[in-house]
């Protein structure tokens, strides 16, 4: 059965979409260490909804996952956001899509948040952290607790001054989408591990960003963990040692990549990641030197499209 929403023990996880399509890149240019014998020998499962087979240019989703988890509306990532201004990631500027009304038709307000996890603070997770109201900008979710991992906090922090290898592509993202959360005093910043409930707790996962971090549910039996952009493309699956070009520390993500879907194959968890269109989502095995697909998740491989966000 194809969905939206499915249930892993005590959690409901419904998929909020704020868009999908083609993100301006080759896989050579996304994943320059990827070799192209993967992309032809997976194609049958890669094409079309993670690189389009006419362009060749990669399929990306923008997408939040929503939890339900001990009474709590939970958010994981929170995408780009609306009207925000991205000199130097033009792909991201100046969006105006439904987001809210696709997260309202999941049933969720946003005053009816109660926690946001940005699982890293780089320019597609924390942008509807905030909205444009007149010339400021405040907090969506007023009445949530913002999760931001202290490292990154202090890494994307200006003020510290860091050369990041992303360049200048996060330029104005703390100033619009983490600072003004802080000065409202939503956020807690967390480091090595932070517990949210029973079912979920966040794990530092260190590599993509200094601080990135992955979300852990174990409920009952069932497992999962909410990957962020530990993987873009189901590609870095079967060759696990694949970086993104986004990734600040390359040594890092992959023994990070390693070691959590290696967890993830020894657990039957649902590897979640924020960027997967399709399906959105898989269980993964052991195969060789790297990982196979065992099932992908039931998600409805449906968007709006990035065009229609313009
Ligand atoms: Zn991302």
């Given at each position: 059965m194809i969905t939206d929403r499915i249930t892993l023990g005590d959690v409901t996880i419904t998929r909020v979409w704020e868009f999908y399509g083609p993100v301006a890149m080759t896989p050579e240019t996304f994943f320059p260490e990827s070799s192209p014998r993967a992309w032809e020998e997976h194609a049958s499962w890669l094409e079309p909804h993670f690189v389009d087979p006419e362009t060749r240019i990669v399929n990306a989703a923008i997408q939040?996952?929503?939890l339900r988890s001990e009474g709590r509306n939970i958010l994981i990532d929170t995408g780009v956001g609306n009207h925000k201004e991205r000199p130097y990631a033009p792909v991201w500027s100046r969006l105006d899509t439904g987001f809210l009304d696709n997260l309202a038709r999941a049933g969720v307000r946003p005053e009816d948040?109660?926690?946001?996890?940005?699982?890293?603070?780089?320019?597609?997770?924390?942008?509807?952290?905030?909205?444009?109201?007149?010339?400021?900008?405040v907090p969506t979710f007023p009445n949530a607790t913002?999760?931001?991992?202290?490292?990154?906090?202090?890494?994307?922090?200006?003020?510290?001054?860091?050369?990041?290898?992303?360049?200048?592509?996060?330029?104005?993202?703390?100033?619009?989408?983490?600072?003004p959360v802080h000065e409202a005093g939503l956020t807690t910043l967390w480091e090595d591990s932070y517990t949210i409930d029973a079912n979920l707790?966040?794990?530092?996962?260190?590599?993509?960003?200094?601080?990135s971090s992955v979300v852990v549910l174990e409920s009952g039996a069932d497992r999962a963990v909410?990957?962020?952009?530990?993987?873009?493309s189901p590609v870095?699956?079967?060759?696990?040692?694949t970086n993104s070009c986004f990734c600040e520390d390359p040594a890092g993500a992959r023994a990070t990549r390693r070691k959590v879907l290696g967890?993830?194959?020894?657990?039957?968890?649902?590897?979640?990641?924020?960027h997967l269109g399709g399906q959105g989502a898989a269980e993964v095995r052991r195969e060789g030197s790297g990982f196979a697909i065992k099932g992908w998740a039931p998600f409805a491989p449906h968007a709006d499209s990035l065009e229609d966000a313009r």
């Open positions: 939040t996952w929503l948040v109660d926690l946001v996890v940005n699982t890293h603070l780089h320019v597609d997770h924390v942008g509807w952290n905030t909205y444009l109201d007149g010339r400021a900008w913002y999760l931001m991992p202290k490292t990154d906090f202090d890494f994307w922090n200006p003020a510290n001054e860091h050369e990041p290898l992303l360049g200048r592509g996060n330029q104005n993202v703390f100033e619009d989408s983490v600072a707790r966040l794990e530092s996962a260190p590599g993509h960003t200094p601080g909410f990957v962020g952009d530990l993987l873009h870095q699956l079967v060759e696990p040692d967890w993830a194959a020894d657990h039957n968890a649902l590897v979640v990641p924020a």
